[in-house]
């Protein structure tokens, strides 16, 4: 069964810090994608970036980039120079070819302190 | 480019009684998505449709949910009667189709509070 964990409930980073939030995944499939998500208090689901299993280059958006090693099954968000409209609840989700539903961790509240 | 509508944003009802919730889509995007989120938990889906057919409705309780996509653009869906367990935030997501590598895009949600 595919499943994605999120160890981190909370963090508390300091405003234009870097901070990494992390997730693992667990699939038999070959062939799947790796999404974060961002949802402020006013609840709407924001796309952040997305890792193809196939890509070889991690990858990059903006300040934020996603560390995928493969072979740890680990694919942790990287946000760079954190600013406080950072302060969310942060959600990592998979996807796959043999199961197109996002299956989603608990996620991550940040807060970004001034 | 608009983004995914959702209506109404909130809503309040006592249990018992129904509720209905609409949406539309990115245009051009083949696949939607009805979620659950209840407080502190992440999405859980609802319904998924691959144009106006349904691709994925096991975890909608069907006693009580239904949804539609008539014409493969906006939905709704609808409970009919609410439970105190309905209170959620449900929201709509849309992606060009259906794969692994194809994000979705989220609306902003309806939140329902059932008294």
């Known amino acids: 069964a595919q499943k994605i964990t999120q160890t981190q409930p909370g963090m508390f980073v300091q405003e234009k810090e870097a901070v990494t939030l992390d997730c693992t995944y667990d699939?038999?499939?070959?062939?799947?994608?790796l999404f974060w998500y961002k949802q402020p208090s006013s609840g709407e689901m924001i796309f952040l970036i997305y890792?193809?299993?196939?890509d070889e280059q991690n990858a990059t958006e903006g300040r934020y980039s996603l560390n995928f090693q493969k072979a740890r099954k680990s694919a942790n968000l990287v946000i760079s120079a954190s600013q406080l409209g950072d302060s969310a609840m942060y959600f990592c989700?998979?996807?796959?070819?043999?199961?197109?539903?996002?299956?989603w961790g608990a996620g991550t509240k940040l807060i970004i302190k001034p | 480019e608009a983004g995914v509508a959702q209506s109404p944003r909130y809503k309040i009802i006592e249990k018992r009684q129904s509720v209905a919730f609409w949406c539309n889509p990115i245009?051009?995007?083949?696949?939607l998505y009805w979620y659950q989120q209840i407080l502190g938990q992440g999405p859980k889906l609802l319904i998924q449709?691959?144009?106006?057919?349904?691709?994925?409705d096991s975890q909608l309780p069907k006693d009580r949910f239904s949804a539609e996509r008539l014409k493969g653009v906006d939905s709704t869906l609808k409970i009919q009667p609410a439970k105190l367990e309905d209170s959620a935030v449900y929201l709509c997501?849309?992606?060009?189709?259906?794969?692994?590598?194809?994000?979705?895009?989220f609306g902003p949600g309806t939140r329902l509070t059932v008294t």
């Open positions: 997501a849309s992606s060009l189709t259906a794969g692994a590598s194809y994000e979705q895009y």
């Open positions: 245009s051009g995007h083949a696949t």
């Open positions: 449709f691959q144009n106006n057919g349904v691709v994925d």
């Open positions: 699939t038999s499939d070959q062939s799947y994608g």
């Open positions: 890792q193809g299993s196939y």
């Open positions: 989700a998979m996807s796959s070819d043999s199961n197109y539903q996002l299956i």
